[in-house]
């Protein structure tokens, strides 16, 4: 029902869900027969929903191979998140676990849900691996040897400081942007992207996804997990999930303002790495990730729901810009329009608004600069839409018809 009430409220959202929903319903069927890539593809699609359309832009080769490269570190990061595993345990398999991608035999018992089933069957993944070239083989290799070795790091240590946050973020998500630049040039489709930019390519993407899921996180059991560094926090509260108290509401939406301040100064690295994509497939791949960050960040700054449940951005908006992200024309338009949202929401008493209002400036700066803005669909209508009763019924028996037709083909 939530889908169908932002359908009413938002009708233009309905043709790129429809197209979502078909591109979706595509993908399933494009499971390989093997029994190994077969499990690799459906896993994809259960851990990651939104990662298996993406994907799905790649040509095949190097869609197995990302396909294997984030399997690989799904499963890494599967034992990092299990805090029910004692550290004498954990440390071991994390700075072991680039080894074990060669053991077609390996698995481990942890996680949860679909997240087990991909640890304790995780020999299909090894077969995969195995029967991809050595240039392919060594960049997951070394990416997950490195990113094992600092998750191990981070095990025994807080995020205290900025530069600790960028180390342990560098570690789980920097090191992603390396090995898929890494990847892309074993194509030969591209240059070799520098690791500055790499790196910050994976820091937003990892930023926004620990922001927007604060609550998440500190409200996992057995043990909380912690990722905000103390550094910015204690300027406001004494604990870290003093945050999510009512009481606290006000220097909650301050912490969290200068934490996306914190996150939106990878954005020029990432238009930068965008720009310098010379495979179309490859650009969408990438782009369409960052986009849903600016996105979400704008959907999360000054948003006390952050600390109440879950902020993202509707549907509709996501099949909007999966759909619309094709060219950086595209790229530099949502950016700019989400920045414009952003700044919107920036409070002068703010205690980071000058600084905010500094790094989105120069975002816009940097859009403006690109001369693509004219020549663009804006990702935000800025009035409401004033639609009839009688279309609003239209839509939705369209939707109720098509939502039988795809339920029908399931069965």
């Known amino acids: 029902m939530g889908t169908l009430r932002a359908i009413l409220k938002n009708p233009d959202d309905l043709y790129p869900l429809i197209k979502l929903k078909l591109a979706a319903r595509h ?6 027969p093997e029994p190994h890539w077969g499990f690799c593809y459906l896993m994809l699609q259960k851990v990651s929903r939104s990662f298996a359309l993406v994907i799905q832009q790649l040509p095949v080769e190097l869609r197995d191979a990302v396909c294997i490269f984030y399997l690989v570190l799904r499963a890494l990061d599967t034992v990092e998140d299990d805090t029910s595993i004692p ?30 089933v991909l640890m304790d069957q995780f020999h299909h993944v090894s077969t995969a691996f195995l029967e991809h070239g050595k240039l392919y083989q060594q ?20 995020v205290e400081t900025t530069d600790d946050y960028d180390e342990y973020c560098h570690y789980v998500a920097g090191l992603v942007g390396l090995g898929l630049s890494k990847l892309f040039h074993a194509s030969g489709t591209e240059d070799l992207a520098s690791d500055s930019l790499s790196n910050s390519m994976g820091l937003f993407l990892q930023k926004t996804n620990i922001i927007r899921d604060y609550l998440e996180d500190i409200n996992e059991v057995p043990k909380c997990r912690m990722f905000w560094p103390r550094e910015i926090w204690s300027k406001y509260v004494n604990k870290l999930e003093d945050l999510k108290y009512v009481e606290n509401s006000v220097k909650a939406v301050q912490c969290l303002n200068e934490m996306v301040t914190n996150a939106l100064s990878h954005v020029e690295d990432c238009l930068t790495y965008m720009f310098n994509l010379r495979d179309p497939s490859i650009f969408r791949f990438c ?9 979400t960040l704008a ?10 449940g879950v902020v993202k951005m509707r549907r509709g908006l996501t099949a909007k810009v999966i759909g619309r992200t094709k060219t950086m024309a595209d790229v530099y338009g949502a950016f700019f329009d989400f920045s414009c949202m952003l700044k919107s929401k920036v409070n002068n008493n703010d205690p980071n608004a000058t600084k905010t209002l500094k790094r989105l400036d120069a975002i816009l700066k940097t859009c403006r600069d690109s001369g693509t803005l004219n020549k663009r669909k804006s990702y935000i209508i800025r009035s409401e ?17 098509i939502l039988a037709q795809l339920s029908g083909n399931r069965s």
């Not at 993908?27 to 390989?32: D, L, M, S």
């Not at 990416?143 to 094992?148: E, L, N, V």
């Not at 839409?385 to 018809?401: E, G, H, R, T």
């Open 299 to 308: 959907m999360c700054y000054d948003n006390i729901e952050v600390f109440r």
């Open 287 to 295: 782009a369409i990730p960052q986009v849903m960050a600016i996105g």
């Open 87 to 116: 550290t004498d345990v954990k440390v071991p398999i994390l700075i072991s676990f680039h080894q074990h991608v060669y053991d077609r035999e390996w698995h481990f018992a942890c996680g949860t849900k679909e997240y087990k």
């Open 139 to 158: 960049a997951i290799e070394d990416i997950t040897m490195r990113m094992g070795a600092g998750m191990a790091k981070f095990i025994c240590k807080e």
């Open 27 to 32: 993908a399933e069927k494009q499971i390989p």
């Open 385 to 401: 839409p004033n639609y009839s009763p009688v279309l609003i019924v239209v839509i939705f028996i369209i939707l109720a018809i």
